[in-house]
């Protein structure tokens, strides 16, 4: 897959880069591509967002400024899937994490902190996600996630087979992931469930499938 994500500040996304899944898939199942909107922007001084119109606190990410970049990166508008990351958009499920782990190509577009100019989304994107129905003080955030759960879904992200029993997966019936305990076995008169210490791996399949949420 490739992956491009159109940001402020792409270094924020070096720590990202440096550990699992991410690092596991990189340069092999991934091709992950940072761009500043910064280095594209028309305007002065680096300029890429301006007060919105009406008034109102913030700043907006400029639409010309985006379409520069993407005009400039890709040379026509792109054919394949370019997501807005905004609170209005469709909600992040580990389904449409799996729907954009099966894209060959995907572009991320990430927000000012007061958002896009919605023009962005309308025109520039195809796609609108949300990563939950809050503010955040970084709009690079929502793409971190974004990439992160996917990477997780490429070949070779995770040792064979520990996808299929994660929490969502279809395995689990879409729901939680069982609880886990590991030794001592009695802490502070806390008991791990008897079920789990029998050895009767039938009735341990049992009980956590019973404890599946």
């Given at each position: 897959m490739?992956?491009?994500?159109?940001?402020?500040?792409?270094?924020?996304?070096?720590?990202?880069?440096?550990?699992?899944?991410?690092?596991?898939?990189?340069?092999?199942?991934?091709?992950?591509?940072?761009?500043?909107?910064?280095?594209?922007?028309?305007?002065?001084?680096?300029?890429?967002?301006?007060?919105?119109?009406?008034?109102?606190?913030?700043?907006?990410?400029?639409?010309?400024?985006?379409?520069?970049?993407?005009?400039?990166?890709y040379g026509a508008a792109p054919s394949h899937r370019v997501v807005a990351l905004t609170p209005k958009g469709r909600q992040l499920t580990q389904a449409v994490v799996e729907e954009l782990a099966t894209e060959e190509r995907l572009t991320l577009l990430s927000a000012r902190f007061e958002g896009f100019d919605e023009r962005i989304v309308e025109h520039l994107a195809s796609d609108a996600i949300s990563v939950g129905p809050y503010v955040l003080s970084n709009g690079d955030l929502p793409a971190m996630i974004v990439v992160d759960a996917v990477a997780r879904r490429l070949p070779g992200a995770l040792a064979e087979g520990s996808g299929e029993v994660e929490s969502f997966s279809e395995e689990l019936g879409g729901g939680l992931e069982y609880p886990h305990y590991t030794r001592p076995a009695d802490f502070r008169g806390w008991r791990v469930p008897d079920v789990l210490l029998s050895g009767d791996h039938a009735k341990i399949e049992g009980w956590r499938r019973e404890q599946v949420r």
């Open positions: 490739r992956l491009d994500v159109f940001t402020l500040v792409p270094h924020a996304f070096a720590w990202l880069t440096e550990q699992r899944p991410v690092a596991t898939v990189l340069g092999g199942e991934l091709d992950l591509r940072l761009f500043s909107y910064r280095d594209y922007t028309p305007l002065r001084s680096g300029q890429v967002d301006d007060e919105p119109y009406g008034g109102g606190a913030g700043m907006v990410l400029r639409v010309d400024v985006v379409a520069t970049a993407l005009d400039t990166v």
